[in-house]
């Protein structure tokens, strides 16, 4: 049945208690927040994780506490819980949150109920991925890609407890991001106010809109996975268990084949990062616009390439798989199609330069980081060009420089996007301005200090040092200048981990001491700083919903009264 | 209104939306295909599984192959026609136009759902009394694994069906109505794939 505005579906469930309007709230400004805050404090802990690797590797032995054990649980758990517990949480169900009914002009979420469950959900979660550091044999060490057999076989740290902690939690995270998708894109198709039509949307509804399908899409590999590998964890099934020996004892499993998690796991694995990269384009693209007040250069093939990127994620993830000892001709398909990848990528960042291009630009903190994003996301996207190609991914496998190149274009990248974004949208969430002063420190120690800590590691990788190893020992392809090298990136790291200090200051005293935020400060054109009330109020919009009548990028437009304007301004 | 005219619009130009109509699909029904677009996806990564372990002993130059497949005893058909009997009635409770006539077919459709779980778990009890148990061999495990994620699908479809009654919301009933055919689709392609290897 077709009904003309979501505004008239049904009331909002207002809160009548401060409980379900701070606690089991349905509002989704409120889900955003609490999303936001458990995926920022789970994603604290796994940056402890990444100093106490880093202090084991750059001073080995120096910290008797760091076996081998702990150091391959801290990897395991740093990895899944950045990729999965923060930023795919703090992406969609942060940002996706708060900023698609507020964009596209809904009063709410199509399904606020189901959306207050997913972070429920999300939270559960987290809370048992936490008990994995309680359980007997401490979390699973099996690195954040959990291979069978060695996942649930003796002698992996966690073999016991903590890898079933770790699935029984992504199972949970599944569930909870399914009922957020199924949110996000039903309200993007649904509850899209009178003359949002698709093409007026901000580019940064339309990276979370498509890394939300690719979600649904490709999360329920990660289930099957999961529950399977629980099956021959607890119930002795050999889906993926081979026939071997362990400790000297022929296992009761065989003929199960662990090259079948790899495909479900890439399956999931590859699209996963660019669901996370997806949302990072499109906000990275608003961050630019609107600071450098000038429209998105190429707003149509902008979208197109979103969407070919996130078609094409789904045919490629048997790249991570060269030296897994499946067919070779794999390699040429998924190389060839690794690559294809590159144009439309290469179409976004020449969009992104061609839109600073004679812009009018403010240097503010969400613009440095928006620029810093370019920088890295550049580098770490060429030397993905290396690893996508088999005969040079083979010798660089399982190298620093598979951990410098993912680090820089995965992780630094939409992290430096986050940070922009925080920056940026903040004075709309909270009504308060941050400091600049502190956001700038935060920015160049940021910045700087992630060259300081990944460039180093491309040579490492070269020199062919292993990642995942606790200890280099002595080994004679490893050269005395990998060790001060290896001192370097701890020390850059260490500097960076706590200047990340500043920005958890900056944001929580501007909390309560910042000064008050004009309702738009940055001019943008967007619907969500054009709502009545700053922070915006539950329903969002007032009596009535906001009738869009252009797109979301008419900066600098010639003749006009102000360098920007807002959608909701009717054609002359 | 096609999805490529809406993705070519031109929306930077004056009066770009002048040719686009509202396009405003109901909520329930956007939420339901989206979701049954993730559980297809599920189903078909299953079965993927199940084809390339069932392939496997012999597809690496091993003797004869792991995989024993399972009887086909008569509760198997049996269930397989209380579930299309229940996705009648739930196809009667879709076309009614009065609610009394939608809301009594639909309970008959979620009374036989209940059947079909129960029978499921009769075929489970039947099939560990013949010893086919679930680790004794990958196809038990394929079995066990495939009726028990049907299963709780149809639970999820008890549970929205009970509550699109106590709503006695009809537009709610009908999206219950093709949850139901989509997971009998499901059973029968799953059944089939069970059947044959």
């Given at each position: 049945m077709a009904t003309t505005l979501a505004d008239d579906l049904r009331p909002l469930h207002h809160p009548r208690s401060w409980l379900t309007k701070y606690v089991w709230s349905q509002d989704h400004k409120v889900i955003a927040i609490q999303y936001s805050v458990t995926a920022i404090l789970i994603g604290v802990v796994a940056l402890i994780l990444s100093a106490l690797m880093r202090l084991q590797l750059g001073f080995p032995g120096l910290f008797p506490s760091i076996q081998p054990d702990n150091y391959l649980q801290f990897v395991s758990m740093h990895g899944m819980i950045m990729v999965v517990y923060l930023l795919t949480a703090l992406l969609l169900g942060g940002f996706g949150n708060y900023l698609i009914p507020l964009m596209v002009g809904a009063r709410d979420m199509v399904f606020p109920f189901v959306n207050m469950l997913s972070y429920w959900l999300y939270l559960l979660s987290v809370i048992v991925l936490v008990a994995g550091f309680f359980v007997p044999g401490g979390p699973t060490g099996a690195g954040w890609t959990l291979y069978p057999p060695q996942a649930i076989t003796e002698g992996t740290p966690g073999h016991q407890w903590g890898i079933a902690t770790m699935l029984v939690s992504l199972a949970i995270f599944v569930a909870a991001f399914t009922m957020g998708g199924l949110n996000y894109v039903t309200t993007v198709l649904q509850?899209?106010?009178?003359?949002?039509?698709l093409m007026r949307m901000p580019l940064s509804v339309w990276g979370i809109f498509t890394a939300s399908i690719m979600g649904l899409l490709a999360f329920p590999a990660l289930f099957v996975a999961a529950i399977m590998m629980l099956f021959d964890h607890f119930a002795g099934t050999s889906f993926f268990m081979p026939t071997m020996q362990s400790m000297g004892r022929i296992t009761p499993t065989e003929g199960g084949s662990p090259l079948l998690f790899q495909h479900l796991f890439w399956f999931f694995g590859h699209p996963e990062v660019y669901i996370v990269a997806l949302p990072a384009f499109g906000i990275v693209s608003d961050l630019i616009s609107v600071h450098a007040r000038r429209n998105i250069f190429g707003y149509r093939m902008m979208v197109w390439a979103i969407v070919i990127i996130g078609a094409l994620?789904?045919?490629?993830?048997?790249h991570h798989m060269y030296v897994s000892g499946m067919n070779p001709y794999f390699g040429f398909f998924f190389a060839t199609s690794t690559l294809i990848i590159a144009i439309p990528t290469a179409i976004k960042v020449y969009n992104w330069l061609l839109t600073l291009w004679r812009g009018n630009i403010h240097m503010r903190v969400p613009m440095l980081f928006a620029i810093a994003f370019i920088f890295t996301f550049i580098h770490g996207g060429l030397s993905g060009l290396f690893l996508g190609n088999v005969s040079v991914d083979v010798p660089l496998s399982d190298t620093f420089f598979v951990v410098a190149h993912f680090h820089m274009v995965m992780g630094v990248s939409p992290v430096l996007v986050i940070f922009g974004a925080i920056y940026h949208w903040y004075p709309k969430i909270f009504g308060r301005m941050w400091n600049e002063t502190l956001g700038k420190l935060h920015f160049w120690i940021t910045f700087l200090g992630v060259y300081a800590i990944f460039l180093p590691m491309h040579y490492l990788g070269i020199l062919g040092v292993p990642r995942r190893y606790y200890a280099l020992g002595?080994?004679?392809?490893?050269?005395?200048s990998v060790h001060l090298a290896n001192e370097w990136i701890t020390i850059a790291a260490l500097i960076v981990f706590a200047a990340q200090g500043l920005f958890f200051f900056n944001m929580i005293w501007s909390l309560f001491r910042g000064p008050r935020a004009d309702p738009n400060p940055w001019g943008a054109a967007s619907l969500e700083w054009l709502t009545p009330q700053t922070p915006p109020a539950h329903g969002n919009w007032g009596p009535h919903l906001p009738v869009v009548y252009r797109w979301a990028y008419d900066y600098s437009?010639?003749?006009?009264?102000?360098d920007f304007i807002p959608q909701t301004e009717p054609r002359a | 209104m096609s999805l490529f005219t809406r993705l070519a619009e031109?929306?930077?130009?004056?009066?770009?939306?002048?040719?686009l109509p509202p396009d405003r699909p109901s909520a329930g029904a956007v939420g339901l295909s989206a979701y049954v677009a993730v559980a297809c996806v599920m189903f078909s990564l299953l079965v993927a599984a199940y084809v390339m372990r069932m392939g496997l002993h012999s597809a690496m130059g091993?003797?004869?192959?792991d995989w024993v497949p399972m009887p086909d005893p008569p509760l198997l058909w049996i269930n397989s026609a209380v579930l299309v009997g229940s996705s009648i009635a739930w196809e009667v409770a879709r076309r009614a136009r009065a609610q009394g006539r939608a809301v009594r077919a639909s309970i008959a459709g979620a009374a036989l759902g209940l059947c079909f779980l129960i029978g499921q778990w009769m075929l489970w009890r039947h099939y560990q009394a013949a010893g086919y148990y679930l680790a004794a061999n990958p196809a038990n495990a394929f079995f066990y694994l495939l009726t028990a994620l049907h299963g709780v699908h149809i639970m999820g479809g008890l549970g929205a069906a009970g509550w699109a009654l106590i709503g006695g919301n009809i537009r709610h009933i009908r999206l219950c109505a093709l949850y139901w055919h989509f997971l009998l689709v499901i059973w029968i392609l799953l059944a089939g794939l069970l059947v044959s290897t």
């Amino acid at each position: 049945m077709a009904t003309t505005l979501a505004d008239d579906l049904r009331p909002l469930h207002h809160p009548r208690s401060w409980l379900t309007k701070y606690v089991w709230s349905q509002d989704h400004k409120v889900i955003a927040i609490q999303y936001s805050v458990t995926a920022i404090l789970i994603g604290v802990v796994a940056l402890i994780l990444s100093a106490l690797m880093r202090l084991q590797l750059g001073f080995p032995g120096l910290f008797p506490s760091i076996q081998p054990d702990n150091y391959l649980q801290f990897v395991s758990m740093h990895g899944m819980i950045m990729v999965v517990y923060l930023l795919t949480a703090l992406l969609l169900g942060g940002f996706g949150n708060y900023l698609i009914p507020l964009m596209v002009g809904a009063r709410d979420m199509v399904f606020p109920f189901v959306n207050m469950l997913s972070y429920w959900l999300y939270l559960l979660s987290v809370i048992v991925l936490v008990a994995g550091f309680f359980v007997p044999g401490g979390p699973t060490g099996a690195g954040w890609t959990l291979y069978p057999p060695q996942a649930i076989t003796e002698g992996t740290p966690g073999h016991q407890w903590g890898i079933a902690t770790m699935l029984v939690s992504l199972a949970i995270f599944v569930a909870a991001f399914t009922m957020g998708g199924l949110n996000y894109v039903t309200t993007v198709l649904q509850a899209r106010t009178k003359g949002m039509t698709l093409m007026r949307m901000p580019l940064s509804v339309w990276g979370i809109f498509t890394a939300s399908i690719m979600g649904l899409l490709a999360f329920p590999a990660l289930f099957v996975a999961a529950i399977m590998m629980l099956f021959d964890h607890f119930a002795g099934t050999s889906f993926f268990m081979p026939t071997m020996q362990s400790m000297g004892r022929i296992t009761p499993t065989e003929g199960g084949s662990p090259l079948l998690f790899q495909h479900l796991f890439w399956f999931f694995g590859h699209p996963e990062v660019y669901i996370v990269a997806l949302p990072a384009f499109g906000i990275v693209s608003d961050l630019i616009s609107v600071h450098a007040r000038r429209n998105i250069f190429g707003y149509r093939m902008m979208v197109w390439a979103i969407v070919i990127i996130g078609a094409l994620s789904f045919v490629v993830w048997a790249h991570h798989m060269y030296v897994s000892g499946m067919n070779p001709y794999f390699g040429f398909f998924f190389a060839t199609s690794t690559l294809i990848i590159a144009i439309p990528t290469a179409i976004k960042v020449y969009n992104w330069l061609l839109t600073l291009w004679r812009g009018n630009i403010h240097m503010r903190v969400p613009m440095l980081f928006a620029i810093a994003f370019i920088f890295t996301f550049i580098h770490g996207g060429l030397s993905g060009l290396f690893l996508g190609n088999v005969s040079v991914d083979v010798p660089l496998s399982d190298t620093f420089f598979v951990v410098a190149h993912f680090h820089m274009v995965m992780g630094v990248s939409p992290v430096l996007v986050i940070f922009g974004a925080i920056y940026h949208w903040y004075p709309k969430i909270f009504g308060r301005m941050w400091n600049e002063t502190l956001g700038k420190l935060h920015f160049w120690i940021t910045f700087l200090g992630v060259y300081a800590i990944f460039l180093p590691m491309h040579y490492l990788g070269i020199l062919g040092v292993p990642r995942r190893y606790y200890a280099l020992g002595e080994t004679a392809f490893i050269p005395e200048s990998v060790h001060l090298a290896n001192e370097w990136i701890t020390i850059a790291a260490l500097i960076v981990f706590a200047a990340q200090g500043l920005f958890f200051f900056n944001m929580i005293w501007s909390l309560f001491r910042g000064p008050r935020a004009d309702p738009n400060p940055w001019g943008a054109a967007s619907l969500e700083w054009l709502t009545p009330q700053t922070p915006p109020a539950h329903g969002n919009w007032g009596p009535h919903l906001p009738v869009v009548y252009r797109w979301a990028y008419d900066y600098s437009v010639p003749g006009a009264a102000r360098d920007f304007i807002p959608q909701t301004e009717p054609r002359a | 209104m096609s999805l490529f005219t809406r993705l070519a619009e031109k929306s930077w130009e004056p009066k770009s939306d002048r040719d686009l109509p509202p396009d405003r699909p109901s909520a329930g029904a956007v939420g339901l295909s989206a979701y049954v677009a993730v559980a297809c996806v599920m189903f078909s990564l299953l079965v993927a599984a199940y084809v390339m372990r069932m392939g496997l002993h012999s597809a690496m130059g091993h003797m004869g192959s792991d995989w024993v497949p399972m009887p086909d005893p008569p509760l198997l058909w049996i269930n397989s026609a209380v579930l299309v009997g229940s996705s009648i009635a739930w196809e009667v409770a879709r076309r009614a136009r009065a609610q009394g006539r939608a809301v009594r077919a639909s309970i008959a459709g979620a009374a036989l759902g209940l059947c079909f779980l129960i029978g499921q778990w009769m075929l489970w009890r039947h099939y560990q009394a013949a010893g086919y148990y679930l680790a004794a061999n990958p196809a038990n495990a394929f079995f066990y694994l495939l009726t028990a994620l049907h299963g709780v699908h149809i639970m999820g479809g008890l549970g929205a069906a009970g509550w699109a009654l106590i709503g006695g919301n009809i537009r709610h009933i009908r999206l219950c109505a093709l949850y139901w055919h989509f997971l009998l689709v499901i059973w029968i392609l799953l059944a089939g794939l069970l059947v044959s290897t």
